[in-house]
């Protein structure tokens, strides 16, 4: 079974794209942004030089940048699969966390299926234009 010093991997489902991770996360974070819930993203956390990215040579990573352009969301340009988020700032001087999101969705589920998931509904429940949780920059309308 897999724990936190046995290597996992994600793979989009053409194959393209593949993430290897140290072990496994934490805790899974469902996060319910108006960006993560549309992705329906399940999101593990790690340090981005913990991270190792390889792509076939003719795949594409496409990435969405919004809002404080503070990460990227990427994603296998053939069959759409949400693989991480990226930090786009560099690491805080002071030696503060620093991480990445790596969509769990595309691991294996049977080495997840005692890790904690979390839900932040609090997120949904307040009003989509409230300045605590909506961006100026989000476009989305229901
Ligand atoms: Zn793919």
């Not at 469902?30 to 593990?44: E, K, T």
């Not at 919004?66 to 340009?77: L, M, Q």
Request: with cysteine; aromatic share 12%.
């Amino acid at each position: 079974m897999a724990d936190e010093s046995t290597p996992i991997r994600a793979s989009c489902h053409c194959g393209a794209i593949t993430v290897t991770v140290p072990g496994l996360p934490e805790n899974i974070n469902h996060c319910q942004c108006s960006i993560c819930r549309r992705y329906g993203a399940a999101w593990g956390y790690y340090k981005p030089d913990e991270v190792k990215i390889e792509t076939k040579p003719d795949a594409v990573t496409k990435q969405y940048i919004w809002g404080d352009r503070d990460v990227s969301f990427n994603f296998c340009d053939s069959c759409g699969c949400v693989m991480y988020w990226w930090p786009l700032q560099p690491p805080p001087a002071d030696g503060g966390e620093y991480k990445m999101g790596l969509n769990t969705s595309n691991v294996n589920p049977e080495l997840l299926r005692f890790v904690d998931r979390r839900y932040q509904y609090s997120w949904v429940k307040q009003p989509l234009r409230s300045k605590e949780t909506a961006h100026e920059d989000d476009l989305a309308k229901y």
